[in-house]
């Protein structure tokens, strides 16, 4: 189990509650009144446990398991041993997290200003709000009801942050509309001056950063990412965009909503991205640049020019996916050659 | 306009006294005395904006932009709509640059010191300072005039900040000499261990780190930016180097002036730029290189060897730019030839 | 010398303690007896300094430096300048290490709670801890004795931190359970959410994120790093790992003991590392793969597959490390005959 330190289940659950929560079918022998007390990884569950199989890479770790219930797709259900009770669906993942989100709820502290935290009188406080030991609240600043602002995090003056945000320890925000429900993660940076300035080998002479930043709703916005307040157009994050750890985004880039960016990537100035766009690990995309709906684009790749919406790139610079992979294997078909001479 | 929230607006200032400013010439029908209030980007700018064409991908929004004035390369004067003002100049980014500056000079923070801030009794604080709630400054630290330290930043003992200089909210800096007129951005990190230690399988043994980094005169280091101290010579970062978000520079670097670095680039240790060198995005160069005057790295590039001063290279390995587009190129050649087979 | 406003130097000592302290044996010429004050690099060292030589880079510096004495490798013993004594050793690097350590021990600033520290009245600290001031320890924590905490630190709610480890300024503990001897550095931020969702267009749903971040002891965790803490297992980090700043270690991932992680590299989720591992700066490993003891893979490089132990790697998607160099080699023939067409 989750170690409780750290977490407090809910449940347990019967394989009945727990099909109806998720959407999946009880497989035939599945007993609807039998409980499930909790969820683990298909190598540690027990007979009260109720794990998932989404990646087939772990099949035979599935073949093996000893949970007592498991969410899997229907092509493995052969695979499954013995007595297992199976919740059968075609998204064995999204139906895994709505189990997982009934026994392990988020867990809110409890509401109050800590006497330690340092709220401006001209701040505005939503209700049941937890403000943590150590976290500023500036001139101005607007929090919605039913936040929590970590230990040690600032809202600068004039932020707004909407209802049931969390904003993490450390974790700073300037300049910046946020929406509801967001989970900005310690040390991610907000709002603070774009990169802009005109270069100059005696003198750059800095653009004022007259923008802001734009958070829709649902967003989350990883650990140490940054994200630049626009120039004088705003940065603009559209709703339910999912930013991963020390991801950088710069001023006036704009992102449609349910975008996905994996760490460590970057995103240049003024491009704007549709909504569902998935750039993997490292990438980079230059700037001024239009990604359109649904592209995908792979980890370290980069990304140099407008992309039609659907088409999926990779390599730098990239190129429509299956144009790469026929470069790397003409590469390495250069040496196999140069090793029969 | 900029949000009355975060920014606040002088001016408005006439069109001569904007050319003068700006070193920028009134074109013909540009009548010296119009006033005009405020700027804003091509798109949403009205009769009393000021905006500006610095890229020509924006030269149909500049012919179709309802701006009352705009700064604009001599090139692009004859696109400009009936009645725009304009303010020529061959260096438009620069001028409109001093322009936004007249209208919205930076923000500092009425001086004082935060009773929720923690200050030493053995630092030195100029006068006219202003520190935030939370910031820590420790002991015999030296800040000098007019400073703003953010809230929850950590000045670590002994490190000397010149006059004027920013530190952002939730940044730290230990072991370091940072000169006037910098803007240390939120998060970022200076003047901690290098990485420095013997490998060894069964202990890796730590080199003491016992440089320190030296920052010059008006010197920017972004968000969530790292700078190892040096292991026994010095971190050294030239005046006016320009360093974005997340880049790391490790112990023993040094930049000399006027030095841009783009975000989540990375220059191992004791690698030295001479002045006014650019380095793209997600850049890495190898240690103990030499990086001449002028160079510039183009993004993602991985540079392993010297570079010649006026050099520009690209690629990894980086390669000069003329001939990593050939390989590029010829690459993609290969491809193409197997098709036709 | 190093700054005393940052080092305190231990000292002198002669070269025959030198010589036992570091394993190295004194040169013909040497007098045991004689002492030396301080080190100091080759270019800088004068009569009463030991210095090293660990990089044929650097062997004119050692032929004309004025060091009293050096470490050094019998290879290089030849190029001394006369009088300079050496402390010869197949290990110069480590040897410098243990030197170096006994005239610049580490400094821990003297035990104590900061009044402007925040520890709830549920949190245990042991004995001799510094806890400066803006630090935060929630409920329930678990300080060891003689542990260090920087200023705006937060240990959260139930964290547990082994006996003599240090903490950096502003950063950030969650769920994890951290060894002793510990270093982490400002601004890392362990034991987050892992980026853990079952996408959709309409609306990603979040995994609860159940795991913990284990650390072993004597791990170093570089600056503004991040490390997320597991979906179900915990993301484990084995004895006398060395993290540089700026490094991503999603949830599930393993590390083996002694790995070491260079700067700006990402190591994707449920990736498993045998131990004495060596990344390069900015590589990113793929998730769900199992890297072998003492693998090494080049700056920049692409891992998408797993690699067996001892092999070295380079490339993007990577290879092994003589192919990859062959590529490189084929693929600069390509325009060197298109140079002549």
Known sequence: ?????????????????LAERTGAELAEGAEPARSLVDVAPLETAGADDLS??????????????????????????????????????KEPYRAYALAAQAYYPPMIPPSGIS??????EDARIGGGCCI?????????????????????????????????SIVGANASIYNSLIGERCRIYPGARLGQDGFGFAPDPTEHLKIPQL??????????????????????????IGDRCMIDNLVQIAHNVELGPGCVIAALAGIAGSTKFQNYVFIGGQVGVAGHLRIGA???????????????????????????????HRQTV????????????
Chains 1, 2, 3 share one sequence.
């Not at 092509?75 to 669906?89: K, N, S």
């Not at 958070?215 to 990883?222: K, P, S």
């Open 211 to 236: 923008g802001r930043v734009i958070v829709g709703d649902d967003v989350e916005i990883g650990a140490n990412a940054t994200i630049d307040r626009g120039a004088g157009p705003d940065t603009i």
């Open 115 to 120: 006497p330690d935290a340092s709220v401006d």
């Open 132 to 164: 943590e030991a150590g976290a500023v609240v500036q001139a101005n600043a607007e929090i919605g009801a039913g936040c929590w602002i970590g230990s040690n995090a600032v809202i600068a003056r004039g932020v707004v942050l909407g209802a049931q």
């Open 52 to 89: 998932f199989l989404d990646n087939k890479r772990y099949v035979e770790a599935f073949a093996a398991s000893k949970a007592g219930g498991c969410v899997v797709h229907p092509d493995f259900v052969a695979r499954a041993p013995e007595g297992m009770a199976l919740l059968v669906t």
């Open 294 to 324: 649904g592209v995908r684009v792979a980890a370290q790749s980069g990304v140099i020019r407008n992309v039609e919406p659907g088409v999926t790139v990779g390599g730098s610079p990239a190129l429509p996916i299956r144009e790469w």
């Open 1 to 17: 189990m989750a170690d409780p330190r750290f977490h407090d289940r809910k449940g347990p659950f019967s394989l009945g509650e």
């Open 330 to 341: 003409a590469i390495s078909r250069l040496t196999k050659t140069g090793d029969k001479k």
